[in-house]
């Protein structure tokens, strides 16, 4: 199976879905449903890792990659979720280019990182793959996504982008926005910054998350987030009135 990291590297346009609550039939609909891949929360979101193993095996089933967002300065959950058999991570609160490397440094093996190495786990196949069959699966899968979530972070762009290891970024638009003294990701002031941040990329893919179809087709290219907690909701409401 070709991964994400292959796609998007080929220049693919890829759409996802954000699951903030753990939910194995949601993330199956999302398979059935044709999307190119999920993004499961454990940072604002209540998964744990043996419910996450659960998520990540009914994917797997589907063919369905996964990616995880975990939380701020988490290198152990790092290799976990890596362990597991997810994908890619995303990280939040990454401001600089030197916490980038850091981030790297722990979803990478040496040379390029200094990931725990092991083979007994859910993506070594329970130790059937040799150690140079490891490590080839890892580099063709592991991606690493910072996430910019601040003026600052907005500024070093480049240079996060330019870090060795990072597949691409995704900017918080509500933490931005917070950050900002704003109130949301509509204010024009943050839609500056996300501008920004678009132009200082150069054309490189990006990772963007979108509340509608709408919102998803005005996105630049790379990978498409659907945030289905706010999608659903907005479902839910229509059928209410």
Do not use: W
Request: charged share 20%; proline share 7%; aromatic share 2%.
């Amino acid at each position: 199976m070709t991964s994400v990291k292959q796609r998007v590297r080929a220049g693919e346009r890829l759409h996802g879905g954000l699951l903030r609550l753990p939910s194995e039939n949601l993330l199956e609909m999302a398979a059935v449903a044709g999307l190119d891949y999920a993004v499961i929360d454990c940072e604002h979101g209540p998964s744990d890792l043996l419910n996450l193993q659960q998520h990540l095996q009914i994917a797997d089933a589907h063919g369905l990659p996964v990616l995880v967002r975990v939380g701020e300065d988490e290198p152990a959950l790092i290799l976990r979720v890596l362990d597991l058999g997810a994908q890619g991570v995303i990280v939040p609160h990454v401001d600089t280019p030197e916490q980038a490397r850091q981030v790297v440094a722990a979803a990478h093996y040496p040379p390029l990182g200094e990931r725990g190495f092991a083979t007994y786990s859910r993506a070594g196949r329970f130790g059937t793959n040799s150690i140079a069959e490891h490590l080839v699966a890892a580099e063709r899968t592991t991606m690493v996504i910072p996430m910019l979530e601040t003026p600052l972070a907005c500024d070093n762009t480049a240079e996060i982008l330019a870090v060795d290891g990072v597949d691409t970024i995704l900017v918080g638009p509500a933490d931005l926005s917070v950050a900002m003294g704003r109130e949301g990701p509509s204010d024009p002031e943050v839609q500056a910054r996300l501008s920004q941040v678009v132009s200082a990329a150069g054309g490189e893919p990006l990772m963007t998350i979108v509340g509608s179809t709408e919102q998803g087709e005005e996105a630049p290219p790379g990978l498409v987030l659907y945030n289905l907690t706010h999608i659903l909701m907005q479902q839910l409401r229509a059928l209410a009135r």
